[in-house]
Structures are given as C-alpha cells and as structure tokens.
T-cell receptor, first 115, second 119 residues
C-alpha cells in the first residue's frame, strides 16, 4: 500500500484482556515509531525501532506494554492485562532511512477502549 | 527538556474569519525541527509543514501561513479566510535535528488546539 496501515482500527477489550495492535509501515522504511494519544491530548512517544532493533522503549508506560518488529517491517504493539487507563488511540509512524527533516508518515491509528 | 505548549485549547470562528493558532516551544538543542499537523475527526495526522531551526523565513501556502520567531520560541500558524473544512485539531510538534542515520527524532507534541469553523 502507499501509506502506513494499522489494524484493527477499533478494539474494545475487557479489563484484564491482552491485545495486539498491528502496524504495516511504508515499504522500505527503516524507522518505526509508536505513539499513544489519550483523549484530548497530543500523541506521546512510546517506542522506536530501527529495522528490527528496538532502540528506545523509554516511553512505554509499564511492563505490560511490549513491542516487536522481528523482520524489520511489520510491528506489533502488545498490551497485557489491559487497564482502563490504557484506553487511547495508538498511532504508528514510519520514516525512510535518509529522510530529511525527520519526515514521519502516520497511520490512521487504533482506538483502544478498555471496559 | 523539550516541551511544546499550545495555550489555546479550543477556538471557534465563523467562516471567512482569519485565525491564528499559537505554539511556543522549549528546547536546549541548537538545531531542531518544528512541525504542524492537522487531525480531522477521522483521526489521521496530516502533515502540514516543517521548519528548520536555522530557517526563520515565514512561509505561505495558499490560505495557510506560518510565522517562526526564534527569539520568542514561537511557531504560529495562521489560516486566512477559514472554511468549514478547516475544522480539526491542530498539533504543533518539535524534534531534534541531525543525521537520521543515527538520530532518533521522536516527535514532541503539544496538546493541540481544536478549531471549529462555523458556516
């Protein structure tokens, strides 16, 4: 596809369930970011991959959050034992290796609602 | 620490009015990038503009214009003759600059300004 895609677009989970959110970056993009956007707030950085290497996970809010990108393309953000405070839109962005000006392309996001 | 402040939470205007969205940033970096994104109700972040910290030229793109003032750490966005389709949440963002072979460059966003343009 031409852009970044994310699935599912919407996810409703009961508190305590595990969820997995998928991101398909633009083909060939080396860098991949995950951001969390709470209601009424700006996106906040969660984690960064360069190819398959997770170089920064400083923004992950707890050890219930885990991200992977095993083959350097598709990435999955997993949240274990979901809590109500995990309800947010999760945005994925990708960037080409030689991007000037830090041009990040965003997907449509996954809206997670934890009941 | 890096920080972006958008003091205006919500703005409501009538169509054809001009509107300015304010953005103030903090950074210790001497080189950095500034961005504006639009987020319509569909939720996808739409890139509008980026500026280098060393390029203080103002920019105009149709009805949109941006005023970057390093002296006041501000990067304001003006929509001229607003239209209903401009209704969205607008985010200002900041990142470090550098060689993206090595730098990371995660974006630091403000909290956004919700713009409502009424017919």
């Amino acid at each position: 596809g031409a852009g970044v895609s994310q699935s599912p677009r919407y996810k409703v989970a009961k508190r305590g369930q595990d969820v997995a959110l998928r991101c398909d970056p633009i083909s060939g993009h080396v860098s991949l970011f995950w951001y969390q956007q709470a209601l009424g707030q700006g996106p906040e950085f969660l984690t960064y991959f360069q190819n398959e290497a997770q170089l920064d996970k400083s923004g992950l809010p707890s050890d219930r959050f885990f991200a992977e990108r095993p083959e350097g393309s598709v990435s999955t953000l997993k949240i274990q034992r979901t809590q109500q405070e995990d309800s947010a839109v999760y945005l994925c962005a990708s960037r080409a290796e030689r991007s000037s000006y830090n041009e990040q392309f965003f997907g449509p996001g996954t809206r997670l609602t934890v009941l | 620490a890096q920080k972006v402040t958008q003091a205006q939470t919500e703005i409501s205007v009538v169509e054809k009015e001009d509107v300015t969205l304010d953005c103030v940033y903090e950074t210790r970096d001497t080189t950095y990038y500034l961005f504006w994104y639009k987020q319509p109700p569909s939720g996808e972040l739409v890139f509008l503009i980026r500026r280098n910290s060393f390029d203080e030229q103002n920019e105009i793109n149709g009805r949109y214009s941006w005023n970057f003032q390093k002296s006041t750490s501000s990067f304001n966005f003006t929509i001229t003759a607003s239209q209903v389709v401009d209704s969205a949440v607008y985010f200002c963002a900041l990142s470090e600059a550098g060689n993206y072979g090595g730098s990371q460059g995660n974006l630091i966003f403000g909290k956004g300004t919700k713009l409502s343009v009424k017919p």
